[in-house]
């Protein structure tokens, strides 16, 4: 009887590796052509400004993470981290911070993986390292008894959603969320993220069945491409993004498979949307989250787009309101 129940064990856990194999290997990444997506066109116009110079910081393992770095010399100034959305890197936030360092010390990383020096373009060591990174980052730069805020934009508001449902929450006392990736299933995503995405599906099932039996060694394959504008690959900024993610990182870059439980741990938040957001409905942000958190403040900004809410007047004004209330 033993034999025969080890038998079936063995032979149930070889049949669904087997079609987890099967999963991964039968969906391969395919050919960008930056057709459709989303409108970089005020983001790449702010871009053509001189920016604040990049910074490493070392990480807990050595990496130079690349920081943009805003100071305030008030002593009693909060510490602001902003941290970028999927494909780009920190200098989409580079005339908001330049603003907002009137009222905070703000940083800008460039997030492990990304910007002109990734280390691994798309790639990072484990699920999680990005909390790390940014745990590391407070570490290195927060005074004394300062407050310490983190704000993302899409899928950054998703990291910074992560953040507080983990093991570093404890060091965030206030969150910005603009337009937040939550999960590819919240009510307020758009199929494919208003074709910004084009996601390997059965390579993402077939490497969560892998993970659930602890087994690592394929996280380093791509499960997510970008459609990036061709008007952003041809342009001088054009090796400086990343058109698609590995498992490892595309799982860090967002909130746990219950998301609900990180959107309940954050401290007080506002989240800010545009209307004519292209990736995400903006009118299901309060709905989804208020059952689960009375700490958060929504604010829907009109005939502003995914990309543009980032240096819309009224997030700077948003952001500064917030921060004289935290």
């Known amino acids: 009887?033993?034999?025969?129940?080890?038998?079936?064990?063995?032979?149930?856990?070889?049949?669904?590796?087997?079609?987890?194999?099967?999963?991964?290997?039968?969906?391969?990444?395919?050919?960008?052509?930056?057709?459709?997506?989303?409108?970089?066109?005020?983001?790449?116009?702010?871009?053509?400004?001189q920016p604040a110079p990049l910074a490493p910081v070392a990480m807990r393992d050595g990496f130079p993470l690349q920081v943009r770095e805003y100071p305030n010399a008030d002593p009693d100034a909060p510490m602001v981290i902003l941290v970028h959305g999927s494909g780009w890197h920190g200098l989409q936030f580079d005339t908001i911070a330049r603003s907002l360092s009137a009222d905070a010390h703000v940083l800008v990383p460039d997030l492990r993986g990304h910007g002109p020096k990734p280390g691994r373009r798309g790639d990072i060591d484990y699920i999680g390292q990005f909390e790390d990174d940014l745990a590391d980052l407070i570490a290195a730069k927060q005074r004394a008894g300062q407050s310490v805020v983190l704000?993302?934009?899409?899928?950054?508001?998703?990291?910074?959603?992560?953040f507080a449902g983990g093991a570093h929450?404890?060091?965030?006392?206030?969150?910005?969320?603009?337009?937040?990736?939550?999960?590819?299933?919240?009510?307020?995503?758009?199929?494919?993220?208003?074709?910004?995405?084009?996601?390997?599906?059965?390579?993402?099932?077939?490497?969560?069945?892998?993970?659930?039996?602890?087994?690592?060694?394929?996280?380093?394959?791509?499960?997510?491409?970008?459609?990036?504008?061709?008007?952003?690959?041809?342009?001088?900024?054009?090796?400086?993004?990343?058109?698609?993610?590995?498992?490892?990182?595309?799982?860090?870059?967002?909130?746990?498979?219950k998301y609900l439980d990180d959107v309940a741990a954050l401290p007080k938040f506002v989240l800010i949307v545009g209307a004519k957001d292209e990736a995400f409905d903006a009118a299901l942000y309060a709905p989804t989250l208020t059952p689960v958190t009375d700490k958060g403040t929504y604010v829907t900004v009109p005939d502003t787009g995914h990309l543009d809410i980032v240096n819309a007047p009224q997030t700077l004004q948003i952001i500064r309101e917030f921060l004289d209330d935290l």
């Open 1 to 49: 009887m033993l034999k025969t129940v080890l038998g079936f064990i063995v032979t149930s856990a070889v049949i669904t590796l087997c079609i987890a194999l099967g999963l991964i290997a039968s969906q391969r990444p395919l050919e960008i052509t930056g057709g459709e997506g989303l409108d970089f066109t005020n983001t790449l116009a702010s871009d053509r400004v």
């Open 151 to 162: 704000a993302g934009h899409s899928s950054g508001g998703g990291l910074v959603t992560r």
């Open 169 to 257: 929450g404890a060091l965030m006392d206030g969150a910005v969320l603009l337009a937040p990736f939550l999960k590819h299933n919240a009510p307020m995503t758009k199929p494919n993220s208003g074709g910004w995405a084009h996601t390997l599906l059965r390579r993402i099932i077939g490497l969560s069945i892998l993970n659930t039996a602890r087994i690592t060694a394929l996280n380093h394959l791509t499960i997510i491409q970008f459609n990036m504008p061709r008007a952003v690959l041809d342009g001088p900024l054009g090796d400086t993004a990343t058109t698609a993610y590995s498992y490892r990182l595309n799982t860090s870059f967002a909130p746990r498979a």
